[in-house]
């Protein structure tokens, strides 16, 4: 369970900084780790709406990067640029 958290943690983290990049946003690794996994419930949310998605490591990552920079760009839309 402990090892389950981390690599969820690990792969937030990898996700909301690549988001980030894409974005040009820069926030620090817990805010990263949080928009990496509110990102991947958004990606993966659109994906199965959407049927598409491989179900593999790769395009779990792709789409939780998707999702993140979705996520991002709708809370800058509601706070504006300071996001």
Known sequence: MVMIIIFT???GALIGWLAGIFMKSKHGFWMNCLIG???SI???AVAN???IGGGGFAS?????????CIFIAAV???MGKKF
């Open 37 to 39: 996994i509110i990102g």
């Open 42 to 44: 958004v990606g993966s």
């Open 49 to 51: 709406a959407l049927n």
């Open 60 to 68: 779990s990552i792709i789409i939780g990067v998707a999702g993140s």
């Open 76 to 78: 800058r839309a509601i």
């Open 9 to 11: 943690i690990v792969i």
